[in-house]
């Protein structure tokens, strides 16, 4: 990467007017629907939600306008470093994190609190992206060069089960596998791993905490404890059904606004907007989330190194495992796991760390041509 | 450069593949949303309506007691109890020092207050003080912009004007018991009161009204929202009795000269009651609230008896006021009027003698002279000619030895013993000397002040089997509807008998000689006529009988004899009959004779005014409440 200081200026107004705008303005309008649900679930203020959403979007913002432009290559080069960072993050959490509701997921760093695991999502995606990106076809082949991507998925995980969370843990597994996936880990080997994982169900049983044996069996019978547990599911199910097709209006949500429906700022917003915009407000966010997807595969099949097709194809995954993980969770058909809908649920660390993959999915679309060695070197 | 090729393409095909497999896990979404929010969309509308909606239920007013006259003798009055909401008030002990100041009260239960605030949510409102006067609601209305939170409630209690001298015919309300639930929400209210006894439980169902209800929006934690909707429901019926207030207040005051006693008015024809009062009464409204247990305890040892109902449970030897069912008897029986015996002031009958209660004698006496002075000794020598199941035979005609399906419960029957009875009942065979003493009211005789109005009535009345009644109505809890007058059964006693013993009734009253001489009313138009009893409570020994018989005011009052009087008025065309029983109370023509008669010249004086009130003062609305 050597260059005049005039090349890379020209360059930089090349690469804004390369910027995928279609996505920007699919990301404001989703994220204008959070603003939207987050005024209602205030009861029509924009304090204390709204507002402070907007905040943390317009910074997210800049964030992913920053990543966007930045070469390519610089994200492969320090791709480890940001793992290896965030890692230390995580273990850090270990030691001088805060405590809240029985889980030590946060780091107070004096104006915000900082969940690392968010930003593991997208650490790991960099870590395996990179890393994929020198093997070649035969190399993936052998078992031996699966050794450090699993040593990749597996710190951050062990790390992560121990504040303990269960739910970004297996989203960490769940985005890796699609790693795996994407480059070109055979297929019995996903069937050798998963019937495994069959096996060993078991004796993940006995070593889960009380609270997360509890979620999983209240997953499979909500009904089980209507008051306690099952409550939450049960709620949003009925927020949900009574919606039915158009919703009962904005800002007339019983079950959401007489509090029936907990966290409905947070993981639970998904319900509020069925409940208020019924199965069309619903349908239509998931189709703007496809739209979401389908552009961030597109970018990647567009992509000419290996590193940012994953990378792009990773990110895109995460998004996706995001939104459809907070779904199911709402409609009772995974168990609640405290993970919020991308864009839309109240949360810093969560906008910032989506908006920073969208940075990365548009820095690999604007670098789309720009090769890269081995080591992140252009060649 | 090859090897990159490959791997490109398999990414573009594992990438289609995810991506697929993405868009598909989409379509499960979505087809799960339409599950949710069209198949059963139903179900869960329903679901979230009952989480929001609470149904609260109302308690209905409780239907007024009105006398004949429309006046009221149960109510409901407001009751005025100050609440606090915790989360409005924030320093609670700190509000109740300032509400101590502003009611110039002693000392409220700030730890009662304090404990039930950390108990319940801090939205639902917690009683401090109740049953506040109007003077303490009026300062706090005016400080209460300093007293944030504080808030007065409105709610109904009931309330007897007229106080003790009604408590045994209206009875009072009370909270529910534990047995007394029956899965009616309504008396799971807390603060619902239903009626414990007398009329207040006898047409309970009528007065308790049908529960209203109020649908209120909560949220998850019960507080609520608005108001969707309300239903008053129905209050309570207005039942009317057949009593008087005015004389029932008058009966009360009248009897509460004496330490216990109890009296019964009523019109003979149609067998209303006018007044009935038991004395010592008990505080009706005390009950409102609950009593303490000493209050309790205090009225149930009482030795007056305040909480029976003397007029219609107090069971008592009759004495001579039977001897009106005795002549009738001979009567019938076949013996003249004319028939005489010679009273010389005992009777011997075996190797026993049966005094008169006048030490030297009456001389000879016949029927009427026998009623009027009351001699014992012709009941004694008749009574033993026509024996007792004759007598027993005529009681039980005039109504007694049994009860009358009054309006309230607690009615006693009495005794008529026969020799059936005691052969029965005791396994011996019946003696003379007891067939004596029946004709004077005593031995096994018992009867209750009701029993003896009752006959009365029958008597002056044309000979009808008359009952009492307390109400003219039909109650039922789905409606009241007037009754029509009641035509009772003649019981075929002969006119002339009848009159003989009426006639001998007024002597009784206003002849120079009767022994209610002194208790006559002197107004010809309102006299009186009636029959006089005083019953041993004890036997008199023989030893005290040679030693001069004590007085009365000499015995302690326990033993002293009972007084009694059975009166009509007027004289001539009966309107009213009244029945008086003097606990201990000495001789019924000193005791009892003179309370009948300020009874009833009271009743025929507020007959006029009857006639007046009864037009315009009928309909009185809940707004006449306060007397």
Redesign the interface.
Same mark, same amino acid.
């Given at each position: 990467m050597i260059g005049t200081r005039d090349r890379s200026e020209t360059r930089l107004t090349q690469k804004i007017w390369q910027i995928n705008w279609a996505l920007v303005l699919l990301i404001t309008i989703v994220a204008s629907i959070g603003f939207a649900m987050l005024y209602s679930a205030a009861n029509g203020n924009l304090s204390p939600w709204a507002s402070r959403q907007m905040i943390v979007f317009a910074a997210g913002f800049v964030v992913m306008f920053v990543i966007a432009l930045i070469d390519i290559r610089f994200w492969m080069r320090y791709a480890y470093i940001f793992y290896a960072l965030t890692l230390a993050l995580l273990a850090g959490v270990e030691v001088i994190g805060v405590e809240r509701g029985g889980a030590k997921r946060w780091i107070d760093i004096g104006l915000f609190q900082l969940q690392p695991s968010e930003f593991m999502k997208i650490a790991m995606i960099l870590a395996l992206a990179r890393y994929f990106h020198r093997l070649?076809?035969?190399d993936i082949g052998r078992p031996l060069f699966l050794v450090m991507p699993l040593l990749l998925v597996a710190a951050p995980v062990v790390l992560i089960q121990r504040q303990p969370d269960l739910g970004t843990g297996l989203f960490l597994v769940i985005s890796g596998g699609?790693l795996f @996936? !994407? %480059? =070109?880990v055979r297929i019995w080997k996903f069937v050798v791993i998963l019937t495994s994982a069959v096996i060993a169900v078991p004796i993940i049983w006995s070593l889960l905490r009380e609270y997360q044996q509890g979620r999983i069996l209240t997953f499979l019978s909500p009904d089980r404890d209507p008051l306690g547990a099952g409550y939450h599911i049960l709620?949003s199910?009925?927020? +949900? =059904? #009574?919606? $039915?097709?158009f919703g009962r209006g904005f800002m007339q949500g019983?079950?959401s606004h !007489? #509090?029936?429906l907990p966290e409905r700022q947070t993981d639970f917003i998904f319900t509020m907007l069925?409940e208020e915009f $019924?199965?069309a407000g619903? !349908?239509g966010l !998931?189709g703007l989330? %496809?739209l979401l997807?389908?552009y961030g @595969?597109s970018i %990647? +099949?567009r992509s000419q190194t290996?590193f940012g097709? +994953?990378l792009a #194809?990773g990110v895109t995954?995460t998004f996706?495992l995001y939104a459809?993980i907070n779904? %199911?969770m709402v409609?009772g +058909?995974v168990p609640v796991v405290g993970l919020p809908l991308p864009l839309i649920s109240f949360g810093g660390t969560a906008m910032i760390s989506v908006l920073a993959g969208f940075g990365l999915l548009i820095s690999v679309s604007i670098h789309r041509d720009v090769r890269i060695g081995r080591h992140g070197d252009g060649s | 450069m090859k090897t990159d090729k490959t791997r490109e393409k398999l990414f573009s095909r594992r990438a289609a593949i995810l991506a697929g497999g993405q868009m598909a896990l989409f379509a499960g979404l979505g087809a799960r949303m339409y599950y949710l929010q069209v198949l059963q969309s139903e179900r869960y509308r329903t679901l979230a309506e009952d989480n929001r909606i609470n149904l609260r239920l109302l308690a209905p007013p409780r239907g007024y007691i009105l006398d004949r006259f429309g006046e009221p003798i149960a109510i409901n009055v407001q009751n005025y109890r100050i609440v606090l909401i915790p989360e409005q008030v924030g320093d609670i002990e700190a509000t109740l020092a300032r509400l101590e100041k502003v009611l110039e009260t002693g000392s409220l239960d700030t730890k009662r207050v304090l404990r039930d605030a950390r108990r319940r949510r801090a939205f639902v409102p917690i009683t401090v003080a109740e049953n506040l006067s109007w003077g303490e609601v009026s300062r706090l209305e005016v400080n209460a912009p300093n007293l944030p939170g504080v808030n007065i409630e409105v709610g109904l209690s009931r309330f007897y004007p007229l106080g003790p001298s009604v408590a045994h015919v209206i009875g009072y309300v009370s909270s529910v018991s534990e047995k007394e639930l029956t899965g009616d929400p309504l008396l799971e209210l807390p603060g619902f009161r239903i009626g414990k006894s007398g009329i207040e439980r006898r047409y309970d169902a009528a007065l308790r009204g049908k529960a209203g209800n109020s649908q209120v929006e909560v949220n998850a934690f019960g507080r609520v929202i608005r108001e969707l909707r309300r239903d008053e429901g129905e209050p309570g019926r207005e039942v009317g009795l057949t009593l008087d207030a005015g004389l029932q207040a008058f009966a009360a005051d009248r009897l509460a000269d004496e330490r216990s006693a109890a009296t019964v008015v009523m019109d003979p024809h149609k067998g209303d009651v006018l007044a009935m009062v038991s004395s010592p009464g008990f505080n009706p409204n005390a009950f409102n609230e609950g009593l303490s247990n000493d209050e309790w305890r205090g009225l149930v040892r009482d030795p007056h008896t305040p909480l029976i109902n003397k007029a219609i449970a107090g069971q008592y030897a009759p004495g001579s006021t039977f001897k009106v069912a005795v002549a009738l008897a001979a009567l019938e029986a076949g013996i003249p009027p004319e028939h005489s015996s010679y009273c010389r002031g005992y009777m011997r009958l075996g190797n026993r003698r049966f005094h008169c209660w006048k030490k030297h004698g009456h001389g000879r006496v016949a029927l009427t002279r026998a009623l009027r002075e009351s001699c014992d000794i012709w009941f004694y020598e008749v009574a033993l000619k026509i024996g007792v199941d004759r007598i027993a035979a005529m009681a039980r005609r005039l109504g007694f030895g049994e009860t009358h399906d009054f309006d309230i419960a607690g009615e006693k029957a009495g005794l008529i013993p026969t020799k059936g009875w005691k052969r029965a009942a005791l396994g011996s065979s019946w003696q003379k000397g007891e067939t004596v003493i029946a004709a004077i009211g005593q031995g096994y005789v018992l009867a209750t002040p009701l029993q003896l109005a009752i006959m009365t009535s029958r008597l002056v009345n044309g000979g009808f089997a008359v009952t009492p009644r307390l109400t003219r109505d039909r109650i039922e809890p789905e409606f009241i509807a007037p009754n029509p007058d009641p035509e009772f059964p003649s019981l075929d006693i002969s006119k002339t008998h009848r009159r003989l013993v009426m006639n001998a009734m007024d002597q009784v009253v206003n002849h120079s000689r009767g022994t209610a001489r002194k208790a006559r009313l002197k107004d010809p138009a309102m006299a009186m006529g009636g029959k006089t009893g005083t019953s041993q409570v004890r036997r008199i020994s023989m030893a005290e009988r040679e030693g001069g018989v004590r007085k009365n005011k000499e015995k302690p009052w326990r033993e002293r004899d009972h007084a009694l009087f059975v009166g009509y008025a007027p004289v001539h065309a009966p309107q009213y009959v009244a029945a008086v029983i003097v606990e201990h109370g000495g001789g019924g023509s000193k005791v009892a004779a003179p309370i009948a008669r300020d009874l009833l010249e009271k009743a025929q004086q507020r007959d006029s005014a009857r006639h007046e009130i009864t037009g315009d003062v009928a309909i009185v609305g809940p707004g006449k409440t306060e007397q």
């Open positions: 070649n076809i035969e699609a @996936f !994407l %480059a =070109g709620q199910k009925i927020a +949900l =059904g #009574s919606g $039915g097709v019983t079950q !007489l #509090s029936f069925a $019924g199965l619903g !349908l !998931l989330y %496809a997807i389908l @595969f %990647a +099949l290996q097709r +994953l #194809s995954v996706f459809f779904i %199911a409609m +058909l | -």
